[in-house]
């Protein structure tokens, strides 16, 4: 136990923790639901049991408690009364002689309550000659004290065994899920990290036996593994595309500058500097850009062909001026392609 526990995440706000804590909540309220209908059962039960012994009494001392009366046997009657009171949940008996006499009879046993949850009043009857005659009533008072102390030892057995229940079940549940599922993740998010496009590596494997037929994870890797070849062939292809660009810059051929959007002059290749005037260190600066480079007079016929350049990817070569670091102007063809949706335009 100690063992499995130490291999589970340390990370508390993984899948496998937030599903501990969801089973062990619906597991509480599902085990109060059915702690709360057994006690409610047993409590029905129990008061059943009352009103039955009640009946029981009824039937069985009546009679008896009819000849005593009769006798005039308080020594009888005591004992039987005292016999009543130690029947399970009886906590008063009264017996009272007819009301009629002077000086009734009155034998009790017990304590009496001021508001007892059960209390029942059975008439004393006497057969004399065929005919009943009434010589007393019997009251009968019970208490739900030892039903009360019976629902609560039964709550905390029922609470005590599922919540030890509960928990090992959750425990294990955590185990298995942890076993099966967020290990993998956590070392499939760890290979992610380490993954470079510019270094090959071989393909990601999970770090347990081959399943037959494959799981969601297995899909998973094969997924990755698919994605990464594709960037790994796209990132080669990007690589050599900006290799040839570089060569094109490079080779000082032609004047060539890169800008962006905003239209900041990002790199040059030296043809280009030597025309307007630059260092590199204006470049790696930011102060050049191709607005600052331009005449006033030229704005509108720059605003139509960037327009043409951001809708078609395209500037057409056209004559247009630069200035120059020391104020003149130079005369330049000018054209410029985006790169592919970047917009990065050279």
């Not at 204006?282 to 030229?298: A, Q």
């Amino acid at each position: 136990m100690a063992a499995a526990w130490r291999s589970l995440p340390s990370h508390q706000g993984g899948i496998g923790w937030r599903l501990l804590v969801r089973v062990l909540l619906f597991s509480s309220v599902i085990t109060l639901l059915l702690t709360f209908t057994q006690l409610y059962l047993d409590y029905r039960r129990d008061v059943r049991a009352i009103d039955q012994r009640m009946s029981e009494i009824d039937s069985g001392y009546r009679q008896s408690l009819g000849e005593g009366l009769w006798q005039m046997d308080e020594r009888q009657l005591q004992l039987q009364v005292e016999g009543i009171l130690r029947l399970p949940d009886i906590r008063y008996v009264e017996l009272r002689g007819d009301t009629g006499q002077a000086a009734p009879l009155v034998v009790t046993a017990g304590s009496h309550q001021a508001n007892p949850p059960a209390r029942s009043e059975l008439k004393v009857v006497y057969t004399n000659r065929g005919a009943e005659q009434l010589l007393g009533i019997l009251v009968v008072e019970a208490t739900f004290d030892q039903i009360y102390r019976r629902l609560l030892d039964t709550a905390a057995i029922i609470m005590a065994g599922q919540a030890i229940k509960t928990f090992m079940v959750s425990f294990f549940i955590l185990l298995i899920v942890h076993r099966l599922i967020t290990r993998h993740l956590t070392a499939i998010a760890t290979s992610f990290r380490e993954y470079d496009l510019r270094d090959s590596r071989a393909p990601l494997q999970l770090e347990r036996h081959p399943l037959q037929p494959a799981d969601e994870l297995d899909g998973l890797v094969g997924a990755f593994n698919q994605m990464y070849a594709r960037l790994q062939a796209a990132h080669g292809d990007l690589r050599k595309r900006e290799a040839k660009v570089r060569r094109l810059v490079d080779s000082n051929i032609i004047g060539i500058c890169i800008f962006d959007l905003d239209r900041r002059i990002m790199d040059a290749n030296d043809a280009f500097l030597s025309i307007v005037g630059y260092s590199r260190d204006d470049v790696i600066s930011g102060r050049l850009s191709f607005t600052g480079l331009t005449p006033p007079e030229w704005a509108g016929a720059d605003e139509q062909l960037l327009a043409e350049l951001a809708s078609t990817g395209t500037w057409r070569p056209a004559e247009k001026d630069f200035f120059r670091n020391d104020g003149s102007k130079v005369p330049v063809l000018a054209g410029a392609a985006t790169f592919d949706e970047a917009r990065v335009r050279p």
